[in-house]
């Protein structure tokens, strides 16, 4: 069983920067590609961002590119999303994700089988 366990997210203003870290558990880590998703009260849950196994591939959603960037350390089975230029629309609680196998767009959720908790994003105007 593979848990994910999201932290850094907070209350900063508009403009500002926040860095989320997803730690997870487990020694296969390396083996998948990880996934930042957001959900917005009332909405669906969206793609924000992928980085591949090795960390030299990624993919970001209109919304997070220039902005946000994924990276990943892999000797601490650690994922993280650095957010700057916030804005009030980027709100939402924030998932990370892990990939599954096999063919697929990123940008679904039904591409993903662990998920963390989630952590909280605010953005103040």
């Known amino acids: 069983q593979v848990q994910l366990v999201e932290s850094g997210g907070g209350l900063v203003q508009a403009g500002g920067s926040l860095r989320l870290s997803c730690v997870a558990s487990?020694?296969?880590?390396?083996?998948?590609?990880m996934g930042w998703f957001r959900q917005a009260p009332g909405k669906e849950r969206e793609f924000v961002a992928v980085i591949n196994r090795s960390g030299e591939y990624t993919n970001y959603a209109d919304s997070a590119k220039g902005r946000f960037t994924i990276s990943r350390d892999n000797a601490k089975n650690t994922v993280y999303l650095q957010m700057n230029s916030l804005k009030p629309e980027d709100t939402a609680v924030y998932y990370c994700?892990?990939?599954?196998?096999?063919?697929?767009?990123?940008?679904?959720?039904?591409?993903?089988?662990?998920w963390g908790q989630g952590t909280q994003v605010t953005v103040s105007s």
């Open positions: 487990g020694r296969t880590f390396s083996d998948y590609a």
């Open positions: 994700a892990r990939r599954s196998g096999g063919p697929g767009s990123d940008y679904y959720t039904r591409n993903y089988d662990y």
